[in-house]
């Protein structure tokens, strides 16, 4: 989507009959078109293909020699087996940027496993640290893995597009929604990952800075203490 803002020509590819599940997700509607659906697909043209049958799989062989990227989030190994895996489509693309975006990545234990955002957000620890600080953790109110892991894919996709342009060659970018999630857990992350320190919930509060949190009280006001260190 990011891409299409940009000016790219996105080609989304969907099932026959019913096609992508948001298009239901409503109400509210626009005509046929819920905005959820339309939130997340802006500027992209839409074809239904059936990957059951050769044809359908003759179909995106013929865009992936003429598209710049294809974007994939299969369980990995599933599009292999169709003949449409990265190894299947370079021989008669050799300039296809290829990128799969899974749960857990390509390899290690938990690859064949499905990827959602909210798993994803439970096993990263996202959710853990979200929430009140004695109540239960708490999803975000938004799919925040889902949209980390489209923001740092767009730009792996820019990265590769600038390398093909140096070397004439595609490649194979490998994102997924675990990685993105434990990224933006930035110093979270970096406490547990290098000093064992579990984070908690705090609320609207912060646990290195004060004053943060949220006052609901009309009466109170939240004020910024400044100060100045020399040394």
């Known amino acids: 989507m990011i891409l299409g803002d940009l ?10 009959g019913s096609g992508d599940d948001t298009r239901a997700w409503g109400p509210p509607f626009l005509g046929e078109e819920s ?3 339309l939130s997340v697909n802006r500027n992209k043209k839409s074809i239904a293909v059936n990957l059951k049958y050769p044809k359908g799989i003759k179909v995106v062989t013929e865009l992936a020699k003429i598209c710049d990227v294809l974007l994939e989030n299969y369980l990995p190994g599933k599009l292999g087996e169709m003949g449409l895996g ?16 899974t749960g857990y990545g390509q390899t290690g234990p938990e690859s064949h496993k499905p990827g959602y955002d909210s798993i994803a957000c439970a096993v990263s620890g996202m959710m853990h640290i979200t929430g009140p600080e004695d109540g239960d953790p708490v999803r975000p109110g938004v ?9 740092y ?3 792996a996709i820019m990265a590769a597009l600038l390398q093909r342009q ?9 994102c997924n929604l675990l990685s993105s999630q434990v990224a933006c ?4 992350a970096a406490n547990y990952l290098n000093a064992g320190i579990e984070a908690r919930r705090w609320g609207t509060a912060h646990g290195s800075i004060v004053p943060y949190q949220i006052c609901c009280n009309p009466s109170c006001a939240l004020t910024a203490v400044r100060v100045l260190c020399l040394s």
């Open 7 to 16: 000016g790219a020509e996105v080609i989304k590819v969907e099932r026959p």
């Open 153 to 155: 894919t767009h730009g």
């Open 166 to 174: 140096k070397t004439g060659r595609g490649l194979h970018i490998d």
């Open 185 to 188: 857990l930035t110093h979270i």
């Open 86 to 101: 990265y190894e299947e489509l370079r021989k008669v693309a050799p300039r296809l940027i290829y990128c799969s975006i």
């Open 35 to 37: 905005a959820y659906f």
């Open 143 to 151: 799919a925040m893995t889902d949209l980390a892991t489209g923001l």
